[in-house]
């Protein structure tokens, strides 16, 4: 039988490692893999007029955590989530808003979600040949701004990307291993999947974008000495 406080959910933006942290901890003893990724991404997606907590219950039966993303349903649905009985939850943001909806925006463009084909992911940006727009970009990054509001007044651990996967690793994750009820057990293995290397965007990936250089004119530097 699962202790006290041993479901748990990850509410995150996409393209803030959510997935990568929710591997991660599917990697603790106690939780040993059994995770579930997005209720309300296109592998779960449940048929229009769902209940949606009766969704998650009926899924998590036998699971320890799952992971949503704030952008898949209402922002009432978001809150309901949130208070569900018998779990703990955790908030994954970043700081930097402008990486983040750039990020966002070469992943719709190339469908390179994650890290698994991150070798060809260079040459597969080079042929999208991307061009972002400047008055789209500023409306996204204004509802995210919003929806950090609303996730900042959810009752939940908070953490941000950049402590995560740029700061201490072994000490964030023990806080959030505490917070959820677990043991703080931190293997090597845990923190391999956290290390940044593994990151997709970078300065020679952001030079990629046609239109770069206006974008940083408005809205401040991406690509970094």
């Known amino acids: 039988m699962l202790h006290n406080f041993s479901k ?12 990568a942290l929710l591997r991660t901890l599917g990697l603790h003893p106690r939780i040993d893999g059994k995770i579930l990724w997005e209720p309300f ?8 007029g769902t209940e949606p907590i009766g969704h998650i219950t009926k899924l998590m039966k036998n699971r320890c955590g799952f992971k949503h993303l704030f952008g898949q349903v209402t922002e009432q649905t978001n809150y309901k989530i949130c208070a569900m009985n018998g779990y703990k939850f955790v908030t994954l943001r970043r700081r ?14 190339t469908n390179h979600w994650n890290r698994l084909r991150k070798s060809t992911y260079f040459e597969d940006l080079k042929k999208c040949e991307v061009t972002i727009d400047i008055k789209d970009l500023a409306k996204q990054i204004k509802k995210k701004k919003r929806q950090h509001q609303l996730m900042q007044e959810l009752d939940a651990h908070q953490i941000f990307y950049e402590d995560l996967y740029f700061g201490d690793k072994e000490g964030q ?13 931190v293997t090597d293995e845990m923190l391999e999947i956290l ?7 970078n300065n020679e990936t952001y030079k990629l974008i046609k239109n770069i250089d206006e974008i940083e004119q408005v809205f401040g530097p991406l690509i970094t000495s």
Request: aromatic fraction near 10%.
């Open 8 to 19: 748990f959910g990850i509410i995150a933006h996409a393209r803030t490692g959510s997935s």
């Open 173 to 185: 994750l023990k806080k959030m291993l505490k917070y959820l009820g677990y043991s703080p057990v």
């Open 195 to 201: 290390d940044n290397k593994h990151k997709l965007n």
């Open 41 to 48: 991404g296109w592998r779960n997606k449940p048929p229009a």
């Open 96 to 109: 930097n808003l402008l990486e983040s909806e750039v990020s966002f925006q070469l992943a719709v463009a």
